[in-house]
């Protein structure tokens, strides 16, 4: 195998999610422990030095203590070079969460072994069976004590509806936490309690045929429901397949604690060996292999002014073929030219790495001039295809919005269109009239103050929002069929358009679209937008 080939083929890249305080930070942070960071784009989102470093323009996400971006951060470990693509934990980004799976090819699952399956990790959960990519669960915080180990596992079944297969068992809870059993090997692994919290905390492993040893190392209680455990569980839970894994219909399940370091290296070699390489990708000329040897990518996530001093925006992409050279120009298919891209860079929290190269897998951010709207793809010049579009949101609140120094219309119109292209909001107009009505749309009304605050501050316009009672929006998949200005729908229903002159119908409620589907013939409605 030549170098660019074993260069893609060791790449693991996965996003990691849970609900809020589960512990994915502090997983996150021990990785790095095992591996050096060498890269971090956007931040860790880490306690105190590292989020301001990165978000200072958003103050809001500081004053809620809620991380509003996500971040992606890259290291090596026992030969893998892993990328880690952070997703934003509060309800209202799940839009942005979306975008952040579709750049990952598997994803870990956190979850609180005192709290079992939390509303966010449903939420974010739904959004990765879209995806089918596999899921990896790891089961934090058994230093703590921990629900019913069977109950976890039918939570995890049942509220989310797929299948676990257990890797390995934990021995106890809280206080009495004494290690893992490893049931592939069928040994006890058990860590020092002294060391623990370090890389180098000692652990060692007793194989269960050792009864005594056992015994006397975790002692007979332990001992006793252990083996029971385990009979009932090789009697009930699905046999590990690695083909089931990699489908998303079965996540090996792992227990641990991050805080302490307990079964994050055994998560870490079992995830990198069972996650897949980078995974081929949808085009509209058919499915594109990372191994091919022209580079392409796709666009997934924008951020604005990361770095005020700077007002600058970051693209970030996720490379889907071949090797990304800084010094080669690259063709962008929605501005139909060919480009060098600028300061391609990885972002070390507060400083930036400009690179030279990086490879199919590998997630990085250039700067941009305004160019780049989420979902484009880049190629290599004279090889045209997109890539297949990241589905949009159907947003859920809308408000009409208004400048009120009518003297800063362009301004106004530049940061709507700005914040509008990088996925925070939607924008509609009214379908009869011209540019002045501007009808916003969001999928979580913190999105509404973001925009607010984002014009105030970035654009130095201040709006006003007056909200509209429309609750579903729908696009109509067969526009070019139904002659949308004689349409009619109920008498609440209205028929806006949006930047690209598609138009879309507002509905205040279920009923409404059914009325209007019956009144009119032929006419085909859709949840989704298309980037
Ligand atoms: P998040 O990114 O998923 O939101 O969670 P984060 O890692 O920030 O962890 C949330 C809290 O849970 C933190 O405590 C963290 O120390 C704690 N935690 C994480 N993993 C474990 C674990 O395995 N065991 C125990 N007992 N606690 C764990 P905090 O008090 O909110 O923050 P801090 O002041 O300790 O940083």
């Not at 060996?273 to 990518?297: H, Q, V, Y």
């Not at 589905?391 to 408000?399: D, I, L, V």
Request: with cysteine; hydrophobic share 40%.
């Amino acid at each position: 195998m030549g170098n660019f080939d074993k260069e893609i083929e060791r790449r693991r890249t996965f996003a990691i999610i849970s609900h809020p305080d589960a512990g994915k930070t502090t997983l996150t942070e021990k990785f790095l422990l095992y591996g050096g960071a060498i890269n971090l784009a956007g931040s860790v989102k880490g306690k105190a030095t590292a989020r301001h470093a990165v978000s200072d323009w958003m103050e809001i996400e500081k004053e809620r203590g809620i991380s509003v971006t996500s971040s992606v951060l890259q290291f090596e470990y026992d030969g893998y070079c892993v990328n880690i693509l952070d997703t934003p934990g509060h309800q209202d980004f799940s839009e942005d969460t979306y975008r952040t799976l579709m750049a990952a090819d598997s994803a870990v699952m956190v979850i609180d072994a005192s709290k079992g399956v939390e509303a966010q990790t449903r939420k974010l959960f739904k959004v990765c069976g879209m995806r089918g990519i596999p899921i990896f669960t790891f089961i934090n915080k058994l230093d703590r004590d921990a629900l019913d180990t069977f109950e976890l596992l039918d939570q995890i079944e049942n509220e989310l509806g797929i299948a676990t297969c257990p890797i390995n068992w934990p021995i106890g809870s809280g206080k009495g936490f004494k290690g893992v059993f490893d049931r592939h090997n069928n040994k006890v692994v058990m860590f020092s309690d002294t060391e623990k919290g370090t890389k180098e905390g000692k652990s060692w492993e007793i194989d269960m045929e050792y009864q005594d040893e056992l015994k006397e190392s975790i002692g007979e209680e332990a001992y006793s429901t252990l083996k029971d455990e385990i009979e009932l569980l090789d009697g009930a839970a699905a046999e590990f397949d690695l083909k089931k894994v990699r489908e998303g219909k079965l996540t090996p399940v792992f227990f641990g604690s991050a805080l302490t370091n307990f079964g994050v290296e055994i998560f870490l070699n079992n995830f990198l060996s069972m996650s897949t390489t980078p995974l081929p990708r949808k085009s509209d000329i058919g499915i594109i292999d990372p191994m091919e040897n022209d580079f392409s990518a796709f666009v997934f996530k924008i951020q604005a002014n990361m770095n005020k001093a700077h007002r600058d925006r970051i693209a970030f992409m996720r490379i889907c073929s071949g090797k990304f050279e800084a010094s080669r120009e690259v063709y962008h298919m929605q501005g139909g030219k060919s480009l060098r891209l600028s300061q391609p860079q990885q972002i070390m929290a507060d400083d930036r790495k400009i690179l030279d190269t990086a490879y199919a897998g590998d997630i990085i951010g250039v700067f941009d001039p305004g160019i780049f709207s989420i979902g484009d793809t880049l190629t290599t010049a004279g090889n045209k295809f997109n890539y297949e579009g990241i589905p949009t949101f159907a947003p859920e609140h809308f408000a009409r919005v208004r400048q009120i120094d009518t003297m800063k219309r362009k301004q106004f119109m530049k940061g709507i269109t700005q914040i509008a292209q990088e996925g925070a909001i939607q924008v509609f107009q009214e379908f009869n009239t011209g540019m002045e009505e501007i009808i916003v749309g969001v999928v979580g009304v913190l999105q509404f103050e973001v925009l607010k605050y984002r014009l105030e501050n970035e654009y130095n316009v201040e709006i006003r929002m007056d909200s509209l009672p429309y609750e579903h929006i729908r696009w109509i998949e067969n526009k070019d069929e139904i002659d949308v200005a004689k349409m009619s729908g109920t008498s609440d229903m209205k028929k806006v358009k949006d930047m690209k002159g598609n138009p879309l119908l507002l509905f205040v409620n279920e009923w409404s679209i059914g009325m209007t589907v019956d009144r009119n013939k032929g006419l085909v409605l859709s949840e989704f937008g298309r980037n």
